[in-house]
């Protein structure tokens, strides 16, 4: 029996409704393969657990996380509390304090799903976009002096090392050469940024002489977004700063049909610390507590995480369900369908049963 231990944060919004509802599905996929085990802990942390105890999560949350051989998130922000303290209180500080430099964001239009884009369906667009998570524009350096007063100066500086650029350029080349097409853009704004930016044309054009097999190439961060909408399929692994990929995403799931079915991987790829996987929708509580939320952002993601513990069948069989149901047309109203986050969630369960997965 392989056996998995995981901490479950569901946390704020429809976090808890759809972490809830992938705890279910990984329990069905646990009875149909038989062979695993997946220990799941529940944490309270998150928005409730500020309000009581001043604070998103107990002072040794870290080490209270670090056993686990993996985190399922579910979402931070609440509408009575400022987002930098939710983000800062809860979900950087796992990403930042377990070292989960890469950032994984498959995109791919799922069957029964409708794209914005003309004359593009299922197949047409398949990427996976790596994000820089470390540092870059998220690194936190900066300052505000002579605050409010005419002078006031404001910095924000994108910090960018040789570490830091090379081992997320080597992921991606790695991911890339793991995908059928061997296919990377590198995506910079080298033109205008000339120091980090550059530092990151020549470690790609170094790393690059690792993957002989990989076709690479480069793009401005403006022309990628003029090439991921008129000419998706030109387009398979993606890498890009922190910043530039966390633009370039939000597109991706747009042209994808839905933000609502995007999931996101947040990786050590060294293995040192637990990685965290999550829906990258967010809380929506204008939605919390309908029960319509769409939990198919939070099982893609447990596809990811099935895949990164190296339960490659179960991740295939979960990612074949979910294609089956979204197919079959019952999906949540954000993406035209009619039915609530359970009925998805019985549906699939029933797919992973089913005989065609
Ligand atoms: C994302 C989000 C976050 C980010 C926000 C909530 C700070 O947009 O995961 O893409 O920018 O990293
Ligand atoms: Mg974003």
């Given amino acids: 029996m392989r056996e998995h231990s995981i901490a479950a944060i569901g946390a704020d919004g429809i976090g808890p ?15 149909r393969l038989g062979d695993v085990r997946f220990n799941v802990t529940s944490f309270d942390w998150g928005s409730g657990y500020y309000r009581k105890h001043g604070v998103m999560m ?51 239009i799922l069957p029964g799903i409708a794209t914005p884009l003309r004359d593009v369906g299922p197949g047409d667009l398949d990427w996976v976009i790596v994000r820089e998570n470390s540092e870059g524009e998220y690194a936190g350096n900066g300052g505000r002096t002579h605050r409010g007063m005419p002078e006031e100066v404001a910095t924000e500086v994108a910090v960018f090392t040789r570490v830091g650029v090379e081992r997320i350029m080597r992921y991606a080349f790695a991911l890339a050469q793991a995908r059928p097409r061997k296919l990377l853009t590198v995506v910079t ?3 205008a940024q000339r120091f980090g930016l550059v ?13 002989p097999d990989v076709t690479w190439d480069k793009m401005l961060v403006d022309a990628m977004t003029v090439r991921m909408t008129l000419d998706p399929k ?24 839905s933000l609502g079915v995007a999931p996101t ?32 952002a939070a099982f893609w ?11 490659a069948d179960g991740a295939g069989r979960l990612m074949r369900a979910i294609e089956i149901v979204c197919a079959s047309g019952v999906m949540t109203p954000d993406v035209g369908g009619k039915a609530n986050t359970q009925e998805v969630t019985d549906a699939v369960i029933a797919a992973i049963h089913g005989s065609n997965v």
């Fill in 17 to 31: 409704e759809v972490i809830g509802a992938g705890v279910r599905v990984l329990e069905a996929l646990q009875q």
């Fill in 58 to 108: 107990p002072a040794d949350g870290l080490q209270q996380l670090k056993p686990f051989d993996a985190i399922y998130f579910g979402a931070v922000g609440a509408a009575d509390i400022p987002d930098h303290i939710t983000l800062w209180g809860l979900r950087l500080p796992i990403c930042q304090g377990f070292d989960q430099y890469a950032n994984v964001r498959p995109t791919r």
């Fill in 189 to 191: 704004k080298s033109n």
């Fill in 199 to 211: 530092l990151w044309d020549e470690i790609a054009e170094l790393v690059s002489r690792d993957f």
């Fill in 234 to 257: 030109s387009l398979d692994t993606i890498v890009a700063t922190n910043l530039h990929a966390d633009i370039l995403s939000d597109l991706a799931g747009a042209l994808a049909g």
């Fill in 265 to 296: 991987a947040n990786i050590d790829p060294q293995r040192r610390y637990p990685s965290m996987f999550e829906p990258i929708h967010g809380s929506a509580f204008d939605i919390t507590g309908k029960g319509i939320a769409n939990p198919i």
């Fill in 301 to 311: 993601t447990a596809v990811q995480m099935l895949e990164h513990l190296g339960e």
